[in-house]
């Protein structure tokens, strides 16, 4: 039989007493020796186990995988992963390959990064995708990390992000010459991770990774030494937690204050923690859900109707705001004196992710006018609020400015998530208000010129 047998995260007491046993009777024992390390050495194992251990590397175990496999059939094969059998794909390919030699397989399990992150005080089912974090090149900078922390980050959740290794790696000129010559050893820090994350960003500009973003960092889970610093990207580019393994977190905005309160002991500076997270908390606090009946109004006529209306203190990309809504109000009841007096309760209402941090996010391509508006609470009975219906001069008078605003758009009941009506921003300076006042100087030039164009068109 084939045992997978998952050794834990720290030295040679952390095999289970199963593995133990396991390890002691088996024909031949293996050491998968290049998805992780041990922080002791493979003598110190021997020592323990009573038992020599052949290391394993990436080309034994990918390429000659019939080696290790060779008599399991009718002997025990114990092949030794550190932290969980399964936290690397290319376990699951040798036991699919010791499948098709019909050997049986018996996996005993073990504590890896991936549960063993808790002692961070982050809270595991509040952790999206994990990811890893290769080492950058000068021609090579992969950045694929970064739509998945973008997914997470747009749900709340946190990500754990695992860092490279490269044991017994070769230079691509030894590789490209076919020389057995290898690399030292290295290990990813935090602080390196850091550094590619902020990069990254610096070349996507989504705000997903911010140097103002809070991350978790640890190195040496499990051992008597083991370290955990929580600060900003920034703070943790600096930062140095020692000797190897190294990972790192990056918090979601769906963080519980019992999480606030366990990694704030970990921070590198208390006072920057309470300012960021207050930051990020801001946003968390205000959300609406509405059940609308109107029409979607696009974001390109909402911006030309306004220009050429001389609303000059109405907001194209907010239109919720109350000086807006006021605004475009009087606007129509000037412009539409008959429709407007059976729409009295005309609103705008517009959708919003303040979880999504997009820069495409804060302009969304609509806003919906609505002549009927049912705020959510925690529950709603749609049928009941639907069936009230709407008066017939109003339906009529709704499709007559749909008409003369979004013409083709579809008039019906729509449901509608806004997460942060006063649109309370991140103190960064894409979204400071030196930023928007420059965007409204832009917005007062724009007027002129496209004025000019119709005028000529």
Not at 117 to 123: A, E
Request: net charge negative; charged share 25%; with cysteine.
């Amino acid at each position: 039989m084939l045992f997978l047998v998952g050794l834990g995260l720290a030295d040679e007491t952390d095999i289970t007493v199963k593995g133990l046993r396991v390890v002691k009777r088996a024909a031949r024992v293996y050491l998968e020796a290049y998805t992780s390390i041990l922080l002791v050495d493979k003598e110190k194992l021997e020592a323990y186990y009573g038992r020599s251990v052949v290391l394993a590397d990436r080309e034994m175990v990918e390429s000659s995988s019939d080696e290790i496999l060779a008599g399991a059939n009718t002997s025990d094969v114990a092949f030794l992963v550190v932290g969980d059998p399964f936290g690397a794909t290319t376990h699951t390919d040798l036991v699919l390959r010791a499948r098709e030699l019909k050997i049986p397989v018996q996996s005993i399990p073990n504590a890896s990064i991936m549960s063993a992150i808790g002692v961070s005080g982050l809270q595991l089912y509040n952790f999206g995708q994990t990811v890893s974090m290769v080492y950058f090149t000068d021609t090579w900078k992969p950045s694929s990390f970064y739509d998945r922390l973008k997914e997470n980050r747009q749900i709340g959740l946190h990500t754990l992000i695992l860092l490279d290794i490269k044991v017994k790696e070769q230079s691509l000129e030894n590789l490209a010459r076919g020389r057995k010559i290898y690399e030292p050893p290295r290990f990813m820090t935090v602080a390196q991770c850091a550094c590619q994350m902020m990069e990254i960003e610096e070349e996507k500009g989504e705000g997903v990774c911010r140097t103002r973003s809070l991350a978790v960092g640890v190195a040496r889970v499990g051992a008597n030494d083991q370290k955990i610093a929580v600060g900003t990207l920034e703070q943790m580019s600096k930062v140095d937690l020692g000797s190897p393994l190294h990972s790192l977190v990056l918090l979601g905005r769906r963080t519980h204050d019992m999480e606030r309160d366990f990694i704030r002991d970990f921070a590198i500076d208390k006072n920057v923690f309470d300012s960021v997270w207050a930051e990020e908390s801001s946003i968390r606090i205000v959300m609406s859900v509405y059940l609308v009946h109107g029409f979607r109004w696009p974001r390109s006529a909402i911006r030309i109707h306004i220009i050429l209306e001389n609303i000059d203190d109405a907001a194209p990309e907010w239109l919720i705001s109350p000086a807006t809504s006021s605004a475009l109000v009087a606007n129509f009841r000037k412009l539409y004196p008959d429709l407007m007096l059976a729409l009295p309760n005309l609103r705008f209402i517009e959708q919003y992710d303040p979880i999504d941090v997009s820069a495409s996010a804060t302009s969304q391509p609509f806003a919906f006018v609505a002549d009927k508006v049912e705020k959510c609470g925690l529950s709603m009975d749609v049928g009941e609020a639907m069936g009230r219906g709407v008066a017939a001069e109003g339906w009529g008078a709704l499709i007559e400015l749909r008409d003369r605003l979004a013409p083709g758009e579809k008039v019906g009941w729509w449901v509608v998530y806004n997460g942060d009506e006063e649109r309370l921003q991140l103190a960064d300076t894409r979204r400071s208000g030196a930023g928007k006042e420059s965007e409204d100087h832009g917005c007062k030039k724009s007027k002129g010129a496209l004025k000019k164009l119709l005028r000529k068109s």
